[in-house]
T-cell receptor, first 114, second 113 residues
């Protein structure tokens, strides 16, 4: 059983560009959450998707957007990249709507903005 | 406001010694509490989870944590450290009625031979 997968593993962009990160949840999971982990810090909640809709959002600007597909996979889009967007982006999936459930994390996508 | 505080950004122990990583939370509603471990260049792996059943929770790799409501704490312990335990450890909390998980800043554990 494949766990949570993310692509790409690494990405280098320049300021002002746009980026799309992808996530496939663990088999049987219907809820996907995205986190940003800056160097030396804990993960910060960006948003969560369930039934193809954004269900809850953290303190991130509208430059961060997402999507969930019918097969439960998800994308994170970041527009107008800043240097400060450089971080490890983690995707986590959970079953049954995600409420109180354990989240399973992917290996992350490391984004570097120059 | 709901938050998680991990006391000590770095903890160093000798191999075979007790591991104690501290976590305190603030919450106005009953929480779910988690400990995750992160090895270099990897995602987070769940060590253990508290969901209001037994207050002493046993996890993988010999780790356990005790929920103490009166102290709003959920400290992680392991009786005997192993070199392979060297990693970053994150305490996290989610709340009944909510969906997001709040993580602490992390504690890096060093294990000396």
């Amino acid at each position: 059983d494949a766990g949570v997968t993310q692509s790409p593993t690494h990405l280098i962009k320049t300021r002002g560009q746009q980026v799309t990160l992808r996530c496939s949840p663990k088999s049987g999971h219907d809820t996907v959450s995205w986190y940003q982990q800056a160097l030396g810090q804990g993960p910060q909640f960006i948003f969560q998707y369930y039934e193809e809709e954004e269900r809850q959002r953290g303190n991130f600007p509208d430059r961060f957007s997402g999507h969930q597909f019918p097969n439960y996979s998800s994308e994170l889009n970041v527009n107008a990249l800043w240097l400060g967007d450089s971080a490890l982006y983690l995707c986590a999936s959970s079953p049954q709507g995600g409420y109180g459930e354990t989240q399973y994390f992917g290996p992350g996508t490391r984004l570097l903005v120059l | 406001a709901q938050s998680v505080t991990q006391l000590g950004s770095h903890v160093s122990v000798s191999e075979g010694a007790l591991v104690l990583l501290r976590c305190n939370y603030s919450s106005s509603v009953p929480p779910y509490l988690f400990w995750y471990v992160q090895y270099p260049n990897q995602g987070l792996q769940l060590l253990l989870k508290y969901t209001s059943a037994a207050t002493l929770v046993k996890g993988i790799n010999g780790f356990e944590a005790e929920f103490k409501k009166s102290e709003t704490s959920f400290h992680l312990t392991k009786p005997s450290a192993h070199m392979s335990d060297a990693a970053e450890y994150f305490c996290a909390v989610s709340f009944r009625g909510g969906f997001k998980t709040i993580f602490g800043a992390g504690t890096r554990l060093f294990v000396k031979a």
